[in-house]
């Protein structure tokens, strides 16, 4: 979460400084090449050029994928969320009358909290552990209500459901956490991703100085492309990215349920 600080136009910026600076830098190379002898060969620069660019090529597919993966499941952890929070939610229906309508008002805040939460999209310190300190309280606290309740029968059937569903949701939770707000792509693979480009730009930018050709027009186009895609590959690893969000319409939808159905029971 280090790079969490930089905010995503800054890293748009920073990408296309270390591409144009790298291009320019192995041309100049290049060209000075040139100056000190007109029989530089061409050929072999191109080759070592392209194995490098390949290489990079391949490590900007690695970095999306692990992005990508990333957000698939917290999409999918989405849905498996609003699934497990609806079940434990219809089985509180089979407490007891003193317990049934405050387990109900506690998944109800628990689903506000997540809601509230995502739609904030902020991972400070702070805010997270204020979250993490509000659901660790609802679920101890749903969890203590199951326990004294299943300890009244301990051979009764619906209590068991009852807490395996409280255990999926607290589960669920578990993964949500690590996956949307702990895991990142390593600070040592974006390192090794800009050391890379940055290396088979100088030998572009090399390449064009000993073939003797002058500054070309396409290196802004080359220098914004890895940017859009640096800056897509971050925008995939961080959820507060605000530019590749994960919908919690699911959540939303139960929350709405939860809500008519309470303005029902009064």
Not at 30 to 51: C, F, H, T
Not at 73 to 95: C, N, P, Q
Not at 207 to 234: C, E, H, M, N, Y
Request: a neutral charge; glycine letters at 6%; charged letters at 20%.
């Amino acid at each position: 979460m280090i790079l969490d600080v930089i905010p995503l136009w800054a890293l748009f910026a920073a990408t296309i400084l270390v591409v144009w600076l790298a291009v320019d830098a192995g041309y100049r190379l290049g060209a000075a090449r040139l100056r000190q002898s007109e029989e530089v060969k061409e050929s072999p620069v191109s080759a070592i050029a392209n194995s490098i660019l390949g290489l990079a090529a391949f490590l900007l597919a690695f970095t999306f994928g692990i992005g990508s993966e990333r957000f698939d499941a917290r999409k999918a952890l989405v849905r498996e969320d609003a699934v497990a929070i609806r079940t434990a939610w219809r089985r509180s229906e089979f407490l007891p009358e003193t317990d049934r309508a405050e387990a109900a008002a506690l998944l109800r805040q628990y689903v506000d909290a997540r809601v509230a939460f995502v739609q904030a999209a902020s991972v400070e310190p702070e805010h997270v552990k204020r979250f993490l300190s509000e659901m660790t309280r609802l679920q101890d606290r749903l969890w203590g209500m199951a326990v004294a309740n299943a300890r009244k029968d301990m051979n009764s059937d619906v209590a068991a459901l009852y807490i395996d569903s409280l255990n999926q949701v607290s589960g669920i939770h578990e993964m949500r956490v690590a996956i949307g707000i702990q895991a990142r792509i390593p600070v040592e693979i974006w390192i090794a991703l800009y050391c890379i480009t940055a290396l088979g730009m100088m030998s572009v930018g090399y390449q064009t100085g000993i073939a003797g050709s002058k500054r070309s027009f396409v290196w802004p186009i080359l220098a914004v492309s890895f940017a859009l895609v640096f800056g897509l590959i971050a925008s995939l690893d961080r959820p507060d990215s605000g530019v590749m969000t994960v919908n919690q319409q699911p959540l939303i939808s139960l929350r709405d349920a939860m809500v008519a159905e309470g303005e029902r029971a009064k």
